[in-house]
């Protein structure tokens, strides 16, 4: 046998040659196409992921906020659309949803849990066309029929980007590495996604708000934005030629990458690290749900298993060398996938005009199943930061001298000594709304009398949304919400506190159980007590 340092070194040789010809077999050879069996590993573990919070955050409010009890209940939305469109069938046409089947609380939860075990799987490794499609139509289902609570940017981002992924493996086989190649089409049809998706979100700040033209829109961004994280306020408090270095490379990532994300093999690598940096950047800053993770997964579309193998661990690497090595071509993946281009490029007349138009809208669906739409983020940026806090008191004279309790959000700011918590990729969808409120008024935001109502009574539904319940042994007596403007306190103040605010105004005046001013308004919205 040779001396241990011999065999050390054999052993290190094979292993170093073993690698290098499994780099060089997934390595695209000058004039041939590059292989993305790492490429779709790595994404749909990231989809399934993403997935799984999605599923998750609706397992736990999907039934306060639309069950039978709920703030806006499923039931009541579902009967105004058939009264509206004349039937249950013209209903589910429109707004297609396995909820028109049955949407119980049961139902909701159900639909969630299967839908979380099934994200699970494909995070595990294990992932086929079947099991993507059920994923996109359990998710769809939430968002036609979650109204306000669904109508983020994300959803449908989520939606379009699930349908995509349904085509990226074969129909039956889940294995991590199956028989068949990842269509090519499909991976050029996630990078025209992501090219809309950074487009849409530069175009609608350029034509938007002057400070991002000016480049002092992060000057107010880190203090205004919805839900801000732990770091925020560092963030925030920046010096000023940093905060614009940061709107330039804003719009480097959003406006020069994606035209190379059809460039060739090392453009496209560049502007794909650019873009997944930025969403980086962004996930370091605040709290946008899962936005920018969504965002990084057709970004990843732009490298291929060259450019994997580098940094994904070897084991895997081998694995994909021999896929690739063993592949066989399905004539019925290969015709599918440009069918589905086919009907993708179609789709995708009306979002690429409103793309190129002046009165570019942004986050929103031109067709039915939303397999293409528009998207962008932050075309205008508050410069101040209001909220609403819901307060509550057992006094019998509900006036400012009375003892006010507050209830604490899980994410907005309440109490002024506690720091921004992290939840993203979590989204919480009552705080965001409330983000929204706070820039309106209650009438533009009824459900929030129906939530003054649910708090007068204890509602554990409701209670669940909120930190915490500063009345745990009885329901107060009255409840108000007080819009308050928050500016982020200076690090390092010697009261310790992270943010001052100042009052602004009664956004909803104190209300009690027995109010008839408040029954009325429950019972002619459908809410009656």
């Not at 499909?186 to 990078?191: A, E, S, T």
């Not at 330039?248 to 873009?275: I, S, T």
């Not at 969504?294 to 298993?305: G, K, N």
């Amino acid at each position: 046998m040779p001396p241990f340092s011999q065999w050390s070194g054999w052993q290190a040789g094979v292993c170093d040659s073993t690698m290098d010809r499994d780099f060089q077999q997934l390595s695209p050879a000058p004039g041939t196409a590059p292989s993305y069996w790492l490429t779709r590993f790595v994404l749909l573990r990231l989809l399934g992921a993403l997935y799984a919070v999605a599923f998750l955050v609706a397992i736990n409010q999907v039934v306060p906020l639309i069950g039978s009890t709920g703030l806006l209940p499923v039931g009541l939305y579902l009967k105004q659309i058939s009264q509206a469109l004349g039937s249950e069938g013209a209903g589910f046409a429109h707004l297609p949803s396995l909820f028109w089947l049955s949407h119980s609380d049961t139902a909701l939860l159900s639909a969630a849990w299967v839908g979380l075990a099934l994200s699970c799987v494909v995070v595990a490794g294990f992932a086929n066309g079947l099991m993507l499609a059920a994923l996109w139509v359990l998710y769809l289902s939430f968002v036609h029929v979650g109204q306000e609570w669904y109508g983020y940017g994300w959803e449908i981002q989520l939606t379009e980007t699930g349908f995509l992924a349904i085509f990226l493996c074969p129909l039956l086989d889940a294995r991590p590495f199956p028989r068949y190649a990842p269509p090519l089409p499909i991976i050029v049809l996630f990078r025209w996604l992501v090219v809309r998706v950074m487009l849409g979100a530069g175009l609608i700040k350029l034509r938007g708000d002057e400070i991002w033209r000016n480049g002092t829109a992060l000057y107010y961004h880190f203090e205004t934005q919805p839900i801000p994280g732990p770091l925020s306020r560092w963030f925030h408090f920046m010096p000023h030629a940093l905060l614009k270095v940061g709107v330039w490379f804003n719009w480097l990532a959003e406006l020069v990458a994606p035209f190379f994300a059809f460039g060739p093999r090392a453009a496209r690598h560049v502007a794909g690290v650019v873009m997944v940096l930025f969403q980086l950047n962004i996930i370091l800053s605040g709290n946008l749900s899962f936005l920018n993770w969504l965002t990084i997964v057709p970004a990843l579309a732009c490298f291929d298993d060259g450019f994997w193998a580098r940094l994904l661990p070897r084991r895997l690497v081998r694995r994909a060398a021999q896929a690739a090595a063993a592949a066989e071509e399905s004539k019925a993946m290969r015709a599918t996938a440009w069918v589905v281009t086919a009907v993708i490029a179609l789709l995708s007349i009306q979002p690429a005009l409103n793309l190129v138009s002046p009165g570019q809208i942004m986050n929103t669906s031109f067709d039915l199943l939303g397999l293409v739409n528009t998207y962008g983020a932050f075309g205008t940026v508050g410069q101040e930061r209001l909220n609403v806090v819901f307060e509550g008191t057992l006094d019998e004279n509900p006036t400012d001298s009375a003892v006010w309790k507050a209830y604490p959000y899980k994410g907005l700011p309440v109490a002024l000594d506690q720091p921004p918590p992290q939840i993203a990729p979590y989204q919480l969808r009552l705080d965001w709304q409330m983000w929204f409120a706070a820039m309106a008024s209650p009438a533009d935001y009824p459900w929030t009398l129906h939530l003054v109502w649910k708090l007068l009574h204890n509602d554990p539904g409701v209670l669940s949304l909120f930190a915490g319940n500063p009345f745990p042994d009885q329901p107060p007596r009255y409840v108000r919400a007080v819009r308050y403007r928050y500016t982020f306190a200076p690090p390092g103040n010697p009261q310790g506190l992270w943010w001052n605010r100042t009052r602004v105004d009664v956004w909803l005046p104190a209300l009690s159980a027995n109010d008839p001013r408040l029954v009325r308004f429950l019972q002619s919205a459908g809410w009656a007590p």
